[in-house]
């Protein structure tokens, strides 16, 4: 319960910080900087709680959830702040292993539109990655995948072809944490 209401008042801070814009040429989600400049380079590390769970709120706030549920099991949602908005998101998280191996993947509230496939990691390995295309609106968009238990994860993000890492969410330490970069490595804190 703690974390949903942790969260909620996170995405309510997120939301009154942000709202969506269209263009013609260029659309993105304004947090008073415009284009990729709310992430800084490089990527992030972060320990991510084990049997750690987030909830979204499908069309009331933007963002991404990692959670690790344990012994080399973990789950990633998309949601999109359209009923305030007006705009769908489009994200584009591409889940790669540092150490150990992604098993198996399945797809999880995905939509005929959305998909959700191997891939070649960042580093260029031949399928070693697992990359969700997604469209979200006032619905939740996810996945579960079974890598090697204790294993580090790299979640790299785009929303809107833009830098999206920001609006990466986990829990560590029973607080709600979020990227600064496009990418973030994750490690469990026990297998």
């Known amino acids: ?4 209401r942790v969260f909620a ?4 801070v997120a939301l009154a910080a942000s709202g969506c814009y269209a263009g013609s040429d260029v659309y993105y989600y304004d947090d008073g900087t415009y284009g990729d400049s709310s992430c800084v380079a490089g990527f992030d590390e972060g320990e991510i709680d084990s049997g750690s769970k987030l909830d979204l709120d499908p069309g009331v706030g933007a963002g991404v959830t990692a959670e690790y549920l344990g012994d080399g099991a973990w789950r990633f949602a998309t949601a999109c702040d359209t009923a305030i908005s ?3 998101c489009n994200w584009d998280i591409l889940v790669s292993a540092v150490d150990g191996e992604i098993l198996h993947f399945d797809s999880e509230s ?9 891939s070649p990691s960042v580093e260029g390995g031949p399928d070693d990655a697992v ?8 619905d939740l968009d996810a996945f ?3 890598a090697t238990p204790g294993a580090t994860l790299e979640v790299d993000t785009l929303l809107d ?3 999206g890492g920001s609006y990466v969410h986990w829990l560590h330490d029973g607080r709600v ?3 600064h970069t496009q990418a973030v490595d994750l490690t469990p804190s026990s297998p």
């Open 177 to 179: 944490v979020n990227a």
């Open 161 to 163: 072809e833009h830098c």
């Open 86 to 88: 007006g705009y769908a």
């Open 110 to 118: 995905l939509e005929r539109s959305d998909l959700l496939a191997r």
């Open 9 to 12: 008042v996170l995405g309510m």
């Open 144 to 146: 579960v995948l079974d």
């Open 1 to 4: 319960m703690l974390e949903r």
């Open 131 to 138: 990359r969700l295309v997604a469209t979200s609106d006032y």
